[in-house]
């Protein structure tokens, strides 16, 4: 719900209910201040004709029935209310009346006074709509004012949201946020300026980290793999020795191959790749599959290729590449000497089964670090979290399942 | 061939160095940015292997500097920073090629090689050993004058090791050369052995002697007698 609905809600709420309640206090008080001023008439009255009755001797003239009534017979005196029939007004009418005893000529006499309370209810009907258009005018207006303050007041706020939503960390310059005299957005801006250049600088120097260790590795990995190259070119080298050396070189270059693994992985993470191109992978997995035809002869597996539609991604050129040879590898690799493989290309998902090994346990588990099926075996065990690792990235769907009858493994990619 | 060497690190640099002069170039070492830029500016090479984490500045500013010139030199970048900015930016200033740390001398031969031969010989760009001629340019493979028909991964197989005489070639060394990175896969190197059987079996057929000869346990060496 919008800030804008939600303030509005409870200003309504409000309103009714301070409306109401002022009603009601206004209606009683006036009904009450009405009543008063009209028992006071009545009484005034009262003493108008009881002297008129002394001065005279006589009972008063009566002109208006429903005003002034006298009566022979004992009536309970004092103020009080009626109701009776107004024929002017075609209804039946309040009134408030006043009964008085008085003794004219030794005869007792009973004069009831009355007077309409009508004007009185006028007076209330005038007041309550009065009220109500207030009210209706009032709300209305702050509901306008509102939508109004928000589309200027708030229109700062909105343009740092804009800003925040196209800032990418990835870019060296920092958030560029226009000035706002309202305090609040002004510090908000600056909050949100600060929070960026120490996550910009967090991310910069995590970068600078990510590259100076695979520099600071790579370069003696360098010296290493050189150093001993040089030293299998000596014609000298006794037998024994030469397979040491080529031992360590092995070493050397499967300690580069994880590192390498490694920082790609962490950059990954980083999101240091930013640049994506429209790709097709369809084209991809084909190309890949024939540059590792070799390998595919070495176990004697015959691979089976399905493209039943060209799909289409968005996605940094060496991830994609990355993606697809981790998968394609991964099912050669761990394959079976004439096993199957059988890769499936829809719009939008991408499907490699292969025969290999039997598998207990979650195969899901295997697409972590370091993971592997066989644990004496040469690989790292990076290939799978790679992959999974470009698959978050992106928002792809993977799924790794195992059939146990024909011993299948089944690496699914969904594109959105 | 006169190659300047840019590298920081003191046994990389001996090795390349002693690699290269062995190979027959004409080596010089610049040990930091101010160095080499002053020999760049003030000798001509026919190609310069730079080395981009220098302690005093960045190597792709000697890029800039050579391209600036004009100069005749190949350029070609090695570096461990593997971030594909650098390699882009690398290739986008002028630099031929782009080798990361770390990296198999003999790859390292090969594409010094593929550069000055792009730029040096114009006009006759041919390779020629013992019975073997090769126009790289055509990808064309004569024995004895008698054109041989190789694949793609022989006639590869054949320029790394012409790039590489009398140089043990390490199985891991050849495969990484020729697949890449999927290299890394393989349990055996068993298909080089095929790719490499095929080769000299073509090469034979036509009256060539076998010039490569295996090294046990360690690979294959080129001979040139």
């Known amino acids: 719900m919008k800030l804008l609905t939600t303030t509005n809600r409870y200003y309504l709420a409000l309103a009714t209910v301070l409306f109401v309640l002022g009603t009601g206090v206004l209606y009683v008080g006036m009904q009450k201040i009405l009543a008063d001023e009209v028992d006071e008439q009545l009484e005034l009255h009262q003493s108008y004709v009881s002297k008129r009755i002394q001065e005279t ?24 209310d009626t109701v009776l029939f107004d024929p002017v007004e075609r209804s039946s009418v309040p009134f408030r009346e006043l009964t008085f005893p008085v003794t004219v000529q030794g005869q007792p006499y009973w004069i009831t006074l009355r007077k309409s309370l009508i004007e009185t209810e006028d007076v209330l009907e005038v007041v309550l709509t009065v009220m109500l258009v207030v009210m209706g005018l009032l709300f209305s207006s702050l509901v306008l004012l509102n939508r109004w303050l928000s589309r200027w007041l708030w229109a700062p706020f909105q343009q740092t949201l804009g800003v925040l939503r196209g800032y990418q960390l990835q870019q060296p310059q920092s958030l560029a946020l226009p000035p706002t005299p309202i305090d609040e957005f002004s510090e908000l801006n600056q909050a949100v300026t600060q929070l960026t250049q120490r996550v910009a600088a967090d991310y910069r120097a995590l970068k600078e980290f990510t590259e100076n260790a695979a520099h600071e590795t790579q370069t003696p990995l360098a010296i290493m793999q050189a150093k001993l190259e040089q030293l299998m070119q000596l014609p000298e080298l006794p037998e024994t020795a030469a397979e040491s050396v080529h031992d360590l070189y092995r070493a050397a270059l499967r300690l580069s191959r994880l590192h390498q693994a490694l920082t790609l992985l962490s950059k990954i993470e980083n999101r240091q790749f930013t640049d994506a191109a429209p790709l097709r992978l369809d084209e991809l997995v084909a190309d890949k599959l024939a540059q590792l035809q070799d390998f595919l002869e070495a176990k004697e597996i015959e691979p089976q290729l399905l493209l039943t539609a060209p799909l289409a991604v968005v996605m940094h050129p060496s991830l994609a590449d990355s993606l697809v040879s981790n998968l394609l590898q991964n099912a050669i690799k761990h394959n079976l000497q004439k096993g199957g493989l059988q890769v499936t290309v829809t719009a939008n998902t991408l499907d490699v089964v292969n025969t290999g090994p039997p598998l207990s346990g979650d195969p899901m588990q295997l697409l972590g670090r370091f993971r592997k099926h066989n644990a004496a075996s040469d690989s790292p065990g990076l290939g799978l979290s790679i992959v999974q690792q470009i698959c978050t990235h992106y928002g792809f769907r993977l799924r790794y399942t195992f059939a146990a009858p024909e011993s299948l493994h089944t690496l699914h990619v969904e594109f959105r | 061939m006169k190659v300047l060497i840019v590298e920081d690190e003191v046994p990389l640099r001996t090795t390349l160095l002693e690699f290269l002069r062995h190979g027959g170039y004409v080596c010089e070492t610049a040990e930091s940015y101010q160095q080499a830029h002053e020999k760049i500016k003030l000798y001509q090479y026919d190609c310069v292997l730079i080395d ?12 800039r500097t050579l391209k600036a010139d004009k100069s005749e030199a190949g350029v070609l970048i090695i570096s461990a920073r593997d971030a594909l900015d650098d390699k882009v930016q690398g290739l986008e200033l002028g630099a031929d ?5 770390p990296f198999h001398l003999a790859e390292l031969n090969a594409r010094l090689r593929a550069i000055l031969r792009r730029r040096q010989f114009q006009g006759q760009r041919h390779l020629a050993f ?31 090791f012409l790039a590489n005489p009398n140089r043990v070639l390490t199985k891991e060394a050849i495969a990484e050369h020729i697949w890449g990175d999927a290299a890394d896969m393989a349990d055996s190197f068993d298909f080089i052995y095929t790719h490499l059987k095929n080769l000299r079996k073509k090469l034979q057929e036509l009256g060539a002697d076998n010039y490569i000869r295996t090294i046990y346990g360690l690979g294959y060496k080129l001979e040139t007698e």
């Open chain 1, 57 to 80: 001797r006589a009972l008063p003239p009566i002109t208006d029935p429903t005003e002034l009534t006298l009566s022979r017979k004992p009536h309970r005196t004092g103020l009080g």
């Open chain 2, 52 to 63: 981009l984490t220098l302690p005093d500045g960045n190597g792709l500013n000697l890029v």
């Open chain 2, 97 to 101: 090629d782009y080798l990361p740390k």
């Open chain 2, 130 to 160: 013992r019975d073997l001629t090769v126009f790289p340019e055509q990808a064309l493979v004569l024995v004895h004058d008698q054109p041989v028909t190789l694949t793609r991964k022989e006639y590869d197989l054949l320029l790394f």
